[in-house]
């Protein structure tokens, strides 16, 4: 305050010097101003040179850049007069009244005029003076008397300021000490008001928790109940998070002002009392209730009803209609909606509550536990009883028609799986735990519940690809692997990022299982086809074996539009892994054409080695004219043929299968017609003509036996065109025959060319005769029919070159 008051009474006094000096400052400009004002009024003398006489004029006058010698400081002394004022001032007064010669009566008096004029003004002007110099004197005595009173004033502020000093310095004091004390109470009321707002919440939660107990089932207004409650937790974690958080800097701050008084004094001792009292007691409820409040007391208790209420809540979620499924709108299965909205929100908000509350393990395993069982029950209404079976060994042991039921429903239920159920489980992970830890705590726990479920599609999957490479496996291992490579793309959707990478790895490794189990069925089977490992001897009849008609249904079935695709894909991802990942693979087409052009050429090494085991002449030729021909009309017009080429089949089958008919009629019909074939002018030809006849009778019922009992044409085309040839070749040569050696014969010693015509007939027709003690077993035909001509009409076989071609 002293401070303040002379500050102020020091500018008082420096602006009544300021003003003193202003007016002093203005006093000569004041004096100019008047002076320029009586300035005109002064006379001015000259030297008149006109006359004969020389006036000296003396000019006087004052003007603004002469000023009298008068004294220039602010502070003049007041002039008792004139005289005293400026002493120099008379004389130059004096000098301005001069004497002028004496002249001309005229010229005297005109002079005496303007003498007195002059003199008149300068009395003015003198006057004027006076009065300028005197009200300057009197203002000079009061500023001098108005600064005297300035330092009265001054004084008195001085002495004011130091008086007012202490107070100033109390003030201060108690605001500091006000201030100190604010600091340490608000904290300790912010702590009491938790501590009651702790005590209201206790009672809400018990409400809500005896109303929640009252209700069963889900319903709208249960649910709301249920947000209730959660807030209601929340609110009390939050409420005992401050109290913990606020207690101990309360208390701290309120025990160091209670020092602080009582080391002071700076209050009374009641109050220093009270703040004592409040201090033990706010330490006391601190130090007995926050760990309750945290670990067992009421919050505990809610904790607990909400796990309960939280698992509940799951299990009521449920997969319904889990074998009808839904499309969305581009034709993809999509998973179906867990729960209503309100009920994945109240779901979120207790995953929250509970992670916030240092439950985030128990929130976790308690989801991952009952979405699990949920899934595999939705799964379990499929009944996959065949998932039991994964080893490879007890997968051997397994009827094929079971197994192969068993393959089929795993690819449907593989599928279903995962675009409806895991689909489904996925997208309420993230709207339940989607909030939880930056969003790093859904795609584990889902990762947990899918991986239970996938752990037991991929071990059956993983058991048949290693159990035995039989050919019959082939077409359900392509079946797996192509609906892996379609469910591809959106599996590694749903499982995309670092928490599912495992499960990706074993995906990818079932499809290298199955690639390599392919491969190796199919090249295997060629290895059984080519080395015959299937122990039969060859047909002893000279039909079609059954490995050649499993081996081109085989071929026919693999080839169609259903399994060549992923058989090339098969192919051209093992040509990859043996040539690396930077070679140029052939194009799909190329890699299968060449694998089943190699599964032909080892059938057709199969066939030629059972063709060399037989050791009767006619039936090898048999044998070998059904089976080429049979190849090459199962595989005409089919996926198989328009693969292989029509050039390639004519070449490898159609022509062989010709060469082979050709042998087998000069083997079995040819020798017959030899023995007709002399000429009827020879004697000796005469003479052994019933020789002959009887000869040709015997080998004509021989072979007849033989193609009954021994010789078998199964295609039916085949068969009449084989009939057709050897009527034309054995018929006319008879007849002639018997119509050049008829004389030399005995009546009724030979059939008719019609009788033998109608024998051979039977013979091809599959007829019936008495006489060998049994019946002829026939083939049946064909079941692709329609086959074109493989002889020759009206004229005699002669060679494979004049086998009709086929249209």
């Known amino acids: 305050?002293?401070?303040?008051?002379?500050?102020?009474?020091?500018?008082?006094?420096?602006?009544?010097?300021?003003?003193?000096?202003?007016?002093?400052?203005?006093?000569?400009?004041n004096s100019k101003k008047l002076i320029h004002s009586l300035s005109p009024s002064l006379a001015q003398t000259r030297l008149d040179r006109s006359g004969p006489k020389r006036h000296l004029v003396l000019s006087v006058f004052f003007s603004s850049r002469h000023p009298?010698?008068?004294?220039?400081?602010?502070?003049?002394?007041?002039?008792?007069?004139?005289?005293?004022?400026?002493?120099?001032?008379?004389?130059?007064?004096?000098?301005?009244?001069?004497?002028?010669?004496?002249?001309?009566?005229?010229?005297?008096?005109?002079?005496?005029?303007?003498?007195?004029?002059?003199?008149?003004?300068?009395?003015?002007?003198?006057?004027?003076?006076?009065?300028?110099?005197?009200?300057?004197?009197?203002?000079?005595?009061?500023?001098?008397?108005?600064?005297?009173?300035?330092?009265?004033?001054?004084?008195?502020?001085?002495?004011?300021?130091?008086?007012?000093?202490?107070?100033?310095?109390?003030?201060?004091?108690?605001?500091?000490?006000?201030?100190?004390?604010?600091?340490?109470?608000?904290?300790?009321?912010?702590?009491?008001?938790?501590?009651?707002?702790?005590?209201?919440?206790?009672?809400?939660?018990?409400?809500?928790?005896?109303?929640?107990?009252?209700?069963?089932?889900?319903?709208?207004?249960?649910?709301?109940?249920?947000?209730?409650?959660?807030?209601?937790?929340?609110r009390l974690n939050a409420a005992v998070s401050s109290i913990n958080e606020e207690g101990?800097?309360?208390?701290?701050k309120l025990q160091e002002v209670v020092e602080f008084l009582s080391r002071t004094k700076a209050t009374d001792n009641f109050r220093t009392h009270r703040l004592r009292e409040t201090l033990v007691t706010l330490r006391a409820l601190y130090e007995t209730e926050v760990d309750a409040m945290r670990f067992e007391g009421l919050l505990d208790e809610a904790l607990l009803q909400l796990q309960d209420?939280?698992?509940?809540?799951?299990?009521?979620?449920?997969?319904?209609?889990?074998?009808?499924?839904?499309?969305?709108?581009?034709?993809?299965?999509?998973?179906?909606?867990l729960g209503e909205e309100e009920e994945v929100e109240v779901l979120r908000r207790m995953s929250e509550t509970l992670a916030a509350n240092d439950c985030l393990d128990i929130c976790i395993d308690i989801f991952v536990k009952v979405r699990y069982r949920r899934a595999a029950k939705a799964l379990m209404r499929l009944n996959p009883e065949y998932l039991r079976t994964y080893t490879p060994e007890e997968i051997d042991k397994m009827e094929w028609e079971s197994l192969?039921?068993?393959?089929?429903?795993?690819?449907?239920?593989?599928?279903?799986?995962?675009?409806?159920?895991?689909?489904?489980?996925?997208?309420?992970?993230?709207?339940?735990?989607?909030?939880?830890?930056?969003?790093?705590?859904?795609?584990?726990?889902?990762?947990?519940?899918?991986?239970?479920?996938?752990?037991?599609?991929?071990?059956?999957?993983?058991g048949v690809a290693r159990s035995k490479k039989e050919p019959q496996k082939l077409f359900k291992l392509l079946d797996m692997f192509d609906s892996l490579e379609k469910l591809k793309a959106e599996f590694i959707q749903i499982f995309e990022g670092e928490s599912g990478s495992d499960i990706c790895t074993r995906f990818r490794e079932l499809e290298k299982l199955l690639v390599a189990a392919s491969s190796k069925v199919f090249w295997e089977f060629g290895l059984q086809i080519e080395g015959n490992s299937d122990g039969l001897p060859p047909p002893q009849d000279g039909s079609v074996p059954k490995l050649v008609r499993y081996a081109i249904n085989y071929l026919k079935?693999?080839?169609?539009?259903?399994?060549?695709?992923?058989?090339?894909?098969?192919?051209?991802?093992?040509?990859?892994?043996?040539?690396?990942?930077?070679?140029?693979?052939?194009?799909?087409?190329?890699?299968?054409?060449?694998?089943?052009?190699?599964?032909?050429?080892?059938?057709?090494?199969?066939?030629?080695?059972?063709?060399?085991?037989?050791?009767?002449?006619?039936?090898?030729?048999?044998?070998?004219?059904?089976?080429?021909?049979?190849?090459?009309?199962?595989?005409?017009?089919?996926?198989?043929?328009?693969?292989?080429?029509?050039?390639?089949?004519?070449?490898?089958?159609?022509?062989?299968?010709?060469?082979?008919?050709?042998?087998?009629?000069?083997?079995?019909?040819?020798?017959?017609v030899r023995l007709l074939e002399a000429k009827a002018d020879d004697p000796s030809s005469k003479a052994r003509a019933s020789a002959r006849m009887e000869a040709f009778l015997e080998g004509l019922e021989e072979a007849s036996q033989k193609h009954r009992s021994s010789y078998a044409i199964p295609d039916a085309d085949l068969r009449e065109q084989i009939k057709e040839a050897t009527v034309k070749l054995v018929v006319p040569a008879y007849a002639e025959f018997v119509s050049a050696h008829g004389s030399a014969l005995k009546d009724g010693s030979c059939p008719s060319a019609q009788s033998i015509q109608e024998l051979l007939s039977q013979v091809f027709d599959g007829g019936d005769r008495e006489g060998d003690g049994k019946k002829t077993r026939r083939r049946g035909g064909s079941r692709g029919g329609g086959a074109a001509a493989l002889m020759g009409t009206g004229r005699t076989f002669d060679g494979p070159d004049q086998m009709s071609v086929i249209c």
């Open 1 to 29: 305050m002293k401070s303040i008051l002379g500050g102020s009474l020091r500018k008082c006094r420096s602006d009544s010097f300021a003003k003193r000096s202003g007016a002093q400052a203005a006093r000569p400009h």
């Open 68 to 234: 009298p010698p008068c004294r220039s400081s602010y502070t003049l002394p007041p002039p008792r007069n004139l005289g005293q004022q400026n002493p120099s001032f008379l004389p130059c007064l004096s000098l301005s009244l001069s004497l002028f010669p004496s002249s001309s009566p005229s010229s005297s008096s005109m002079a005496s005029q303007e003498d007195k004029l002059a003199i008149a003004k300068l009395e003015s002007a003198c006057r004027d003076l006076k009065t300028l110099l005197q009200k300057s004197s009197d203002l000079d005595r009061n500023l001098e008397k108005m600064d005297k009173r300035f330092d009265l004033i001054d004084q008195s502020l001085s002495l004011a300021s130091r008086r007012v000093a202490p107070l100033q310095s109390m003030a201060m004091a108690n605001k500091a000490l006000d201030t100190r004390i604010n600091r340490a109470i608000t904290p300790a009321l912010s702590l009491l008001h938790s501590f009651r707002l702790f005590e209201s919440l206790q009672a809400d939660i018990v409400d809500l928790s005896t109303r929640l107990s009252g209700e069963a089932g889900p319903s709208p207004n249960r649910l709301k109940r249920l947000l209730e409650y959660v807030d209601c937790v929340d």
């Open 248 to 252: 101990e800097p309360a208390i701290q």
């Open 309 to 337: 209420e939280y698992e509940g809540l799951l299990q009521q979620l449920k997969h319904e209609n889990i074998g009808e499924t839904q499309e969305g709108g581009d034709g993809e299965v999509v998973g179906s909606e």
């Open 404 to 462: 192969e039921t068993a393959i089929s429903l795993w690819i449907q239920h593989f599928e279903l799986a995962l675009k409806t159920v895991l689909v489904s489980e996925k997208r309420l992970c993230n709207q339940v735990l989607g909030n939880l830890v930056d969003g790093l705590v859904w795609p584990e726990c889902f990762v947990k519940i899918a991986d239970k479920i996938m752990a037991v599609f991929f071990r059956f999957g993983e």
């Open 557 to 672: 079935y693999l080839v169609a539009e259903t399994y060549s695709g992923p058989m090339a894909k098969v192919l051209q991802t093992e040509q990859v892994w043996k040539a690396g990942i930077l070679s140029k693979p052939e194009s799909d087409e190329g890699l299968l054409r060449d694998a089943v052009s190699n599964i032909m050429e080892a059938l057709q090494r199969n066939v030629e080695s059972k063709r060399g085991r037989y050791k009767e002449k006619i039936l090898p030729h048999v044998f070998a004219m059904n089976t080429y021909w049979y190849i090459y009309m199962r595989t005409r017009n089919t996926e198989l043929g328009k693969l292989l080429g029509e050039q390639y089949m004519k070449k490898q089958y159609k022509v062989v299968a010709e060469e082979s008919a050709y042998l087998y009629q000069k083997q079995a019909w040819g020798s017959l």
